[in-house]
C-alpha cells in the first residue's frame, strides 16, 4: 500500500507553531517528490510546500513563505513541515501525497495520504 501516512495536526492558537510528519511503510518516500497541500471548508485543495525527489530543492505558496518549512529525514522515512507563527487562515486539513514527477501540482499527485486537521484559533 503506497500510501503515505500525516500526523502532528492539532488545535493551536495564532502564533503558535505545529510540526506535520508525513511516514511511509513499505516504499521510500526520498524516490518521490512529496507535497503538502491543504484544504480548507467550502475551498479547493491548494498547495503549500513542495520537496522534490532528486535534489531536495523546496517550494513554499506564498501564503506560507518565511514561516513554514518542509524537510526530509531520509533515515526516519519521513517528511516533516514545520508549520511556525500560525493564522487562523491557515485552518484546513493538511495532506501529503507523492508524485514522481519533479513538480507538485494536485492533478500531478499519485497516491495521498488521509489528512491531518489543523485548527487555529484562540
Known amino acids: 500500500q503506497l500510501q503515505p501516512v500525516e500526523s502532528g495536526g492539532g488545535l493551536v492558537q495564532p502564533g503558535g507553531s505545529l510540526r506535520l510528519s508525513c511516514a511511509a511503510s513499505?516504499?521510500?518516500?526520498?524516490?518521490?517528490?512529496i507535497g503538502w497541500f491543504r484544504q480548507a471548508p467550502g475551498k479547493e485543495r491548494e498547495g503549500v510546500s513542495c520537496?522534490?525527489?532528486?535534489?531536495?530543492?523546496?517550494s513554499y505558496a506564498d501564503s506560507v513563505k518565511g514561516r513554514f518549512t518542509v524537510s526530509r529525514d531520509n533515515a526516519e522515512n519521513t517528511v516533516y513541515m514545520q508549520m511556525n507563527s500560525l493564522k487562523p487562515e491557515d485552518t484546513a486539513v493538511y495532506y501529503c501525497?507523492?508524485?514522481?514527477?519533479?513538480?507538485?501540482?494536485?492533478?500531478?499527485?499519485?497516491?495521498w495520504g488521509k489528512g491531518t486537521l489543523v485548527t487555529v484559533s484562540s
Open positions: 520537496i522534490r525527489r532528486y535534489d531536495g530543492s523546496t
Open positions: 513499505g516504499f521510500r518516500l526520498n524516490y518521490y517528490t
Open positions: 501525497a507523492t508524485s514522481s514527477e519533479y513538480v507538485c501540482r494536485v492533478h500531478a499527485m499519485t497516491y
